[in-house]
């Protein structure tokens, strides 16, 4: 858009104040800076550019300019006067409509992810922010060392990245209690991953989780809560892995959700373990470290740091406790299991 293209009402007594300003030497009034930033922050509301508003006003300028070379000081003053205010009133308009935008946004994601608000209502709002909810939708979240916050350094690096990389592909970035977000479409199975990678090269210590696709306006409440319940999974667990898949981890709320069921197994199973010197701590991490290895015992001893010798006397003597041979594969599944479920329920520490 020229100069040419904007409205003379947002130009309105620009001339008249510029001329007398000039014959007289006088700095504009106040009032007359008022109606200035009022028309800068009209012409940003109706969608202008400042750089045409700033080359109209440079043209109505030349229009009116004083013929006399010393008139021409005041009139430059009067000129950068005006323009000031003009910018101005637009920016402080610009800046309100990023945060009605920012509100807006924050609503609609805090009602999308805790399945609030009318879900045709809620479709219609979410094409504004590009997504479409009758498709299929994914959710990763990434938990960093710090909380994560709108406009701080690793969220904007990881957009960046996104959009290099995808350009405009219906994906949302936002951030939720203090973790990084990333909304997919389904069938974008490179988004995600990406997202992870970056989220994870750009603070070290972070962890990414992904849920799965998920159909319809409630598929992304449900892959949220995937991610979330991967990323609480993990922790309990003692996972180190950076990137966790949800799919992969469904085991474990399975194994979860007869609490009773399962602490009678660990209590069964793994309890004579706690008449061992030095408790069942060393034994159990020693259980872990070797189901984790794949039941490589040079591979566990590696993990804990001690020979092999050493771990085979320690599963010699969980044996011997517990009447489970850890070697032998049909003891195996019922000492995993109960190892799972003692991780699960933070034994021994807490009680069962």
Known sequence: MTERDIPEQYLAGYARILSDVAATGRRLT???????????????????????????????????????????DGALAALHQAVDAFAEGYERAQRLAVRQEEAARREFIDDLLYGRSDLGRLAERAERFGLRLSH?????????????????????????????????????????DGR???????HEEEVLPC???QAHAAADGSRVALGRPRPGPGGVVQSYEEALNALEMAERLGLDDPVLHAGDLLVYPV??????????LVQATLGPLTTARGGAQPLLDTLTAYFDAGCVATEAARRLSLSVRALTYRLARIHHLTGADPS?????????????????????????
């Not at 009209?42 to 004083?66: D, I, K």
């Not at 990084?180 to 389904?186: E, F, S």
């Not at 032998?328 to 069962?352: C, M, S």
């Open 180 to 186: 990084l977000l990333c909304i997919a479409p389904g």
């Open 255 to 264: 194994l979860a959700r007869d609490r009773q069921a399962m602490a009678d």
């Open 30 to 72: 106040r009032q007359e800076l008022d109606s200035r930033r009022a028309l800068g922050e009209q012409a940003a509301e109706a969608g202008y550019g400042l750089r045409a508003l700033v080359g109209a006003h440079l043209a109505a300028a030349r229009a009116v300019w004083p013929a006399s070379p010393g008139l021409a």
């Open 195 to 197: 997202f992870a990678q």
């Open 136 to 176: 299929a939708h994914a959710v990763a979240v990434a938990q960093g060392p710090t909380p994560y916050t709108e406009g701080d350094a690793v969220p904007r690096r990881v957009e960046q990245a996104l959009l290099a990389r995808f350009g405009n592909r219906d994906v949302l970035l936002t951030t939720k």
């Open 328 to 352: 032998d594969p049909a003891h195996r599944y019922k000492l995993q299991t109960a190892t799972i479920g003692a991780r699960l329920l933070d034994w021994p520490a807490k009680e069962l």
